[in-house]
């Protein structure tokens, strides 16, 4: 029965079970639940049946129907063998896992069709069958599948050289004392410390029931992937499952159940192994001091995916300074292909000070440091004091750090306290600073620092640069991380703040060794982790290299360009821009969002340029924007939205990936041009609101009658799309503004345009458009009816009728209409307190009606909800599937009304749904 206990790791244990599923909580709505519905115990039940997701093949159980789920006997995708395959070659054999898919993207593998056409997402019907390992998908028809000569054999898909395949990975038995054996006590011993299929492998004493048995080759490069899921605001979570589908899951570890060190023991003999660390610096830092603990040879090159706060290591060697929302698979990609560079590290050796007596000591004070390594920066003063309280309140308060925008923001305010307090104004005259044998103290003192850095990246403090343009200074070398040197950087408060505008410290040396001496207690961080150190004597030298997997630049041709067709010397391309709106409701239909954003203007630029000089260009179009450039170079229309480029606008890739995602500013000097874009390049910015030219009467309805001349919108003739005569169809969305869902604008375009007058419009389930209720005119009997009983349900609901709700749904009266504000009956509902009232609502409307917005506020029903700090009716309403990422027009979403409303335990738990729900739409690619 070890099968029915939801488990979200992977059992190493000897009670593993073949086959057996990862379950993760998922979302209450969605998918169908993949017993089906004749097996289903929870279909008569509410909707807020708790469910289960398994990461490996990405069905959905109803947490009641997972004992149903083994009387089908459907199990997981197999992550290992076992030792009863004698045939070698079969035990070699990786075979499909085929699962029935009730959505499915792409196209069949078999006829090249797509699965389902759009707005289909709540069909009961199996559309597709697919392989949870290499992911191919089939028609569920026999004409496509079932007749089809389809290899038993998988390939494990397009990261085969990156997976582990579960026939490495042998499970063993415990060894047995048989009374043969037992006479041969000695040597049955000798055995078993060496290790064997039958017994296993016994290593510092223990007994392990796994054994990895790699076939070597040349193409194969393993990837071990190692997640820390409380970096960056536990963002680690969802990273977990991602990677758990797209390799074995047995190659993925979650470094909170054990750290990394039984991970790298048990793959320590696969040839050309590779680690990913997914979590900040100090995360790869302690997968590197494990790796010098084991004596690995050669010993395995470590990707980064930056899950941190800070993230320099990670910027350093281009994975960026934070992920976001890049497909996995192209990580896995980069990680294969990205070349292995050394890191030098560097070894901190701390005594206790002779000539300083021991005074009182400060309960924070402490003998040594954190670490004994730094692999970036270790550094003493002002930086270190704001670091040190930031860590005592994290470990005083864990729950209020649970973002890495949150995290910047303390640094921000602690630092600027700090400023004003002058905590470490005094810190040349307790130091003394030589490098290679020479004495800096005078210097120091001298320039009165109040922060000493030794640096061994060319980057810190999320992203700074203080060693500066070397070409500023003759007298050092450039800055390497692989050179045996390190650079010391001294600080003033002035210089300090100047580092994030471009600014830097003074460069003081670049050597191999350094003697510090303290006099005073003093706060020091080693990369990032700090401490309040008593005077000592510290010497720092170089200990080692690791090898690291720094991320390339590629050159990929154009899609529309014959590889015989060289890049082109110059490239003319149209520049879209998109709000974070139309982003976060459309980046996974790439049609839908490439109709959704404004032109911006054109630019011409060199045929190989990458995203860095495209910047510039882009950056001038504003400056430019009602004549031609005297150059040439930029070129500018009449059609161009007014509104200028936020501080903050990224690029976007809507080519190499199967949607729309964001590209680092950190990473813009990887990408050529031509990667991310063919004709039309575009961006996204944050802050860009679309909004009406023409204004009307507040007390008129968004959408205008048929009959009527269409009102000119700010929306010009998208470029994406076939003909200018797209204008009309923007002509008839509702106004779109950063506080509204671009889904459902889009939406409307293909819905019946509304009649001006309307007191009430009702929104149809059966196919999620807007229908006319037809006018309040009391020469219509029906229309005077409908509106009565429009009337009487609102009463109903906010006086907390409930009975006399059901009984006029009962009669035909639908729930899903709204008045002439935009008010919706959940709204009326949030607004009367009622738990009742809204459930029923909940449980009849459809999911897209419960973020229909206020016209005056933009509010939905969740932000009323958030801001009447409303607990129980906020949770029915998210789990429901009410959108966490709308914004009003305050700009707010739920979890900033919630905050205001000085409700922190709720606005967190909005926050921590928020992520997860921005992220989830991942797994839409292959929900059941």
């Known amino acids: 029965m070890d099968f029915l206990q939801p488990s979200s790791t992977v059992d190493w244990t000897e009670n593993a079970q073949y086959g057996e599923h990862i379950w993760f909580e998922a979302s209450v709505s969605g998918d169908f639940c993949y017993v089906g519905e004749q097996y289903c115990v929870a279909k008569s039940l509410q909707k807020s049946v708790a469910r289960m997701k398994c990461a490996g093949c990405k069905i959905s159980v109803h947490v009641t129907c997972m004992e149903q789920l083994e009387k089908i006997n459907f199990r997981c995708k197999p992550s290992f063998r076992e030792p009863a395959c004698r045939a070698s070659r079969e035990g070699n054999v990786v075979r499909h896992h085929w699962v029935h898919r009730r959505r499915q993207t792409g196209k069949c593998r078999q006829c090249g069709k797509g699965f389902q ?19 191919q998908a089939y028609h569920n028809k026999v004409t496509c599948f079932m007749l089809q000569q389809i290899e038993e054999c998988c390939s494990l898909g397009a990261h085969a050289a990156v997976i582990v395949p579960p026939t490495w990975i042998i499970r063993v038995r415990r060894p047995q004392m048989s009374l043969k054996s037992s006479k041969k006590k000695k040597r049955t011993s000798l055995k078993c410390n060496k290790g064997s299929k039958k017994g296993g492998e016994i290593q510092d004493g223990r007994w392990k029931p796994f054994l990895v048995k790699p076939l070597p080759s040349q193409l194969m490069k393993p990837l071990l992937v190692f997640v820390n899921p409380k970096s960056g605001g536990n963002q680690g979570a969802k990273v977990i499952q991602s990677f758990m589908w797209y390799l074995n899951p047995r190659q993925v570890f979650d470094l909170t159940k054990g750290g990394p060190k039984e991970g790298l023991e048990l793959y320590s003999k696969v040839p050309n192994l590779r680690i990913l660390a997914c979590g900040g610096d100090g995360t790869v830092g302690w997968i590197l001091s494990v790796l010098d603990e084991l004596k690995l040879r050669p010993q395995p090159p470590v990707a980064i995916l930056p899950l941190g706060t800070g993230n320099d290591l990670a910027r350093t060697l281009n994975w960026g300074g934070g992920y976001t929302d890049e497909p996995i698979t192209k990580i896995l990609s980069h990680v294969e292909d990205g070349n292995v560079v050394q890191l030098d590290r560097w070894n901190l050796h701390v005594e206790a000070n002779p000539e ?41 308060n864990p729950e209020k750090f649970n973002s890495r925008f949150r995290n910047k923001m303390f640094y921000a305010g602690t630092a600027f306290s700090d400023f004003l307090s002058g905590s470490s104004k005094d810190l040349a005259k307790h130091i003394k600073v030589v490098c290679d044998g020479t004495d800096l103290t005078a210097k120091v003192q001298e ?26 200074h003759q007298d050092f070398e450039p800055q390497r991380h692989d050179d045996g040197c390190i650079e010391v950087i001294g600080f003033t408060m002035t210089s300090l703040a100047t580092l994030q505008v471009g600014g830097h410290g003074e460069r003081l040396h670049q050597c191999k060794e350094v003697t510090l001496t303290t006099t005073k207690s003093i706060p020091m961080q080693v990369d990032g982790e700090p401490c309040k150190l008593s005077p000592s004597i510290i010497r720092i030298s170089l200990r080692s290299q690791a090898n690291m997997v720094q991320k390339v630049k590629r050159r990929i041709n154009m899609p529309h360009l014959n590889d015989q067709q060289p890049v082109p010397e110059k490239l003319q391309i149209t520049v879209n821009r998109i709000s974070m709106a139309a982003y976060e409701a459309l980046h996974y239909d790439k049609d839908q969002l490439k109709e959704a954003s404004v032109p911006l203007g054109l630019i011409v630029v060199p045929g190989d340029s990458d995203l860095e000089m495209c910047r510039l260009h882009i950056e001038r179009l504003q400056d430019h924007q009602d004549h031609q450039d005297q150059d040439g170079d930029t070129v500018t229309e009449d059609s161009l939205s007014s509104q200028k480029l936020s501080l903050n606008w990224c690029f976007l890739d809507c080519t190499t990936a199967d949607r729309f995602y964001r590209i680092d500013r950190a990473q813009e000097h990887l990408n050529y041009v031509t990667e991310i874009s063919q004709d039309h390049l575009y961006i996204l910015d944050p ?38 005569s797209s204008t009309a169809r923007y002509c008839q969305r509702r106004r779109t503004s950063s506080d509204s869902s671009v889904l459902e604008a889009l939406k409307l375009t293909k819905s019946p345009l509304h009649r001006r007058g309307a007191k ?123 959108s966490l990422m709308k914004t009003d027009l305050q700009g707010d979403t739920p979890k900033h009304r919630a905050a205001k409303a000085n409700d922190q335990e709720l606005a967190d738990y909005l926050g921590s749904r928020q992520h997860y729900q921005m992220i989830q739409r991942e797994d839409e690619e292959t929900a059941v």
């Open 687 to 724: 802050e860009l609101v679309l909004k009406e030219t023409v204004g009307t009467s507040p007390s008129m309805p968004d959408l205008v009658d048929s009959e009527d001349p269409p009102r000119q919108f700010s929306y010009p003739c998208s470029p994406s799309s076939p003909t200018c």
């Open 356 to 396: 300083v007596r021991p005074d009182e000591r400060d309960e924070q004070q402490t003998d040594k440091l954190p670490i004994d390594v730094f692999n970036n920066y270790f550094s003493l003063g002002f930086d270190a004091h704001v670091t040190l309280g930031f860590h005592e309140s994290r470990e005083a």
């Open 447 to 472: 320039m009165k620092l109040q922060c000493l850095l030794f640096l061994n990246i060319p980057r810190y403090c999320a992203g700074t640069t203080p060693w500066g343009n070397p070409s500023e």
């Open 760 to 882: 009430f419009i009702s929104v149809d389930r059966s196919d999620s458009t807007v229908a006319d209720l037809r006018p309040a005119d009391r020469t219509s009997t029906a229309a005077s009816l409908m509106t009565e009983k429009g009337e009487e349900l609102i009463h109903c609901v906010q006086n907390q009728n409930l009975d006399r709700l059901k009984e006029l749904h009962l009669q035909g009266v639908e729930l899903q209409l709204q008045d002439a504000g935009g008010c919706t009956l959940l709204h009326h509902a949030v607004q009367s307190g009622s738990k009742d009232v809204v459930k029923y609502l909940i449980d009849h409307v459809s999911t897209s009606h419960l973020d229909v917005a206020e016209k005056d506020s933009g509010e939905t029903a969740l932000h009323k909800a958030a801001a009447l700090c409303q607990r129980s009716i906020c949770h029915f309403l998210v789990e429901a599937g009410a």
């Open 117 to 135: 056409q759009k707005f289909t997402f709540h069909s009961k019907d199996i559309v597709a069958i697919s392989c949870s390992w290499c992911k």
